[in-house]
T-cell receptor
Framework: NAGVTQTPKFQVLKTGQSMTLQCAQD?????MSWYRQDPGMGLRLIHYSVGAGITDQGEVPNGYNVSRSTTEDFPLRLLSAAPSQTSVYFC??????????????FGPGTRLTVL | QKEVEQDPGPLSVPEGAIVSLNCTYS??????FMWYRQYSRKGPELLMY????GNKEDGRFTAQVDKSSKYISLFIRDSQPSDSATYLC???????FGAGTQVVVTP
């Protein structure tokens, strides 16, 4: 199993550009989520999905869109990039919501810089 | 204000020392408490979890939860250079992560 994969690993954007961060998992997990990680802030939840066709907002959803058309894929779209979106983005998946024994598996991350 | 607070460090210890990491949380409804380890430029991975109060031991790692004081601890015995990483605490009732503490174990 590849686990959770993310592409690209690195990306530089100019303010106002749009892009899609890709995330895929091969563990048949229903629950997938996107986090951003900033120094001193820890991991903050952007959006999550409890299954194909179902998505919901997390703690910091503004400026991001998601969709979940298949169990395997959960792309994150930046609509109009801003310097405040410079961060490391992690995708995660789990069978359920990720508490206790229900391990969340994280991808390797995408480092995004917005100029 | 974050519901889980963690000192970011860095915490530098010599090889073989005990590493002590702490977090506090504010929501008494939280039931599950997790520790994740994150190596540089990698995604976090689950290290240990505990449910409610008490201790849990796994090899050199011990996790403690004191619900009366809303305090979460992780102890690493006989620390190794390979333990150098950022350790994030997390709690569930609503999944919340601490900011992470960077640990450096020097040979």
């Amino acid at each position: 199993n590849a686990g959770v994969t993310q592409t690209p690993k690195f990306q530089v954007l100019k303010t106002g550009q749009s892009m899609t961060l890709q995330c895929a998992q091969d563990m048949n997990h229903e629950y997938m989520s996107w986090y951003r990680q900033d120094p001193g802030m820890g991991l903050r939840l952007i959006h999550y999905s409890v299954g194909a066709g179902i998505t919901d907002q997390g703690e910091v959803p503004n400026g991001y869109n998601v969709s979940r058309s298949t169990t395997e894929d959960f792309p994150l779209r930046l609509l109009s990039a801003a310097p405040s979106q410079t961060s490391v983005y992690f995708c995660a998946s789990s069978r359920g919501r990720g508490e206790g024994t229900d391990t969340q598996y994280f991808g390797p991350g995408t480092r995004l810089t917005v100029l | 204000q974050k519901e889980v607070e963690q000192d970011p460090g860095p915490l530098s210890v010599p090889e073989g020392a005990i590493v002590s990491l702490n977090c506090t949380y504010s929501n008494s409804a939280f039931q599950y408490f997790m520790w994740y380890r994150q190596y540089s430029r990698k995604g976090p991975e689950l290290l240990m979890y505990t449910y409610s109060s008490g201790n849990k031991e796994d090899g050199r790692f011990t996790a403690q939860v004191d619900k009366s004081s809303k305090y979460i601890s992780l102890f690493i015995r006989d620390s190794q250079p390979s333990d150098s990483a950022t350790y994030l605490c997390a709690s569930w009732g609503k999944l919340q992560f601490g900011a992470g503490t960077q640990v450096v174990v020097t040979p």
